[in-house]
């Protein structure tokens, strides 16, 4: 059985930095793509950024130039570090791992998910 298990979550001044984990049982990160997600109170569930293969990543618009994922293979973990951080960057963060070799942005492509870590960033 897969599980994901987030941390690293806070509160956090504008303009202050945090680094999430997402510490994976029962599956490798290494061959298949991972990622990090987050929703807020009544918006949709967005893609933050995945990593696939080696090295290839995507990140979305918002969060591009303040965030980077990373991954250790020997410690199935994968990382999120999170600089320059808006207000506007609370909300749960997700850590999200799928069972196929195609890395999209879409949620619903990803299979196996963390149980979230909550993010608040005050202005």
């Known amino acids: 059985q897969v599980q994901l298990v987030e941390s690293g979550g806070g509160l956090v001044q504008a303009g202050g930095s945090l680094r999430l984990s997402c510490v994976a049982s029962?599956?490798?990160?290494?061959?298949?793509?991972v990622g990090w997600f987050r929703q807020a109170p009544g918006k949709e569930r967005e893609c933050v950024t995945v990593t696939w293969g080696v090295g290839s990543t995507y990140y979305g618009d918002s969060v591009k130039g303040r965030f980077t994922i990373s991954k250790d293979n020997a410690k199935n973990t994968v990382y999120l570090q999170m600089n320059s951080l808006k207000p506007e960057d609370t909300a749960t963060y997700y850590c999200?791992?799928?069972?196929?070799?195609?890395?999209?942005?879409?949620?619903?492509?990803?299979?196996?998910w963390g149980q979230g870590t909550q993010v608040t960033v005050s202005s």
């Open positions: 029962g599956r490798s990160f290494s061959n298949f793509p």
């Open positions: 999200a791992a799928s069972s196929g070799y195609r890395a999209t942005s879409y949620s619903r492509d990803y299979d196996y």
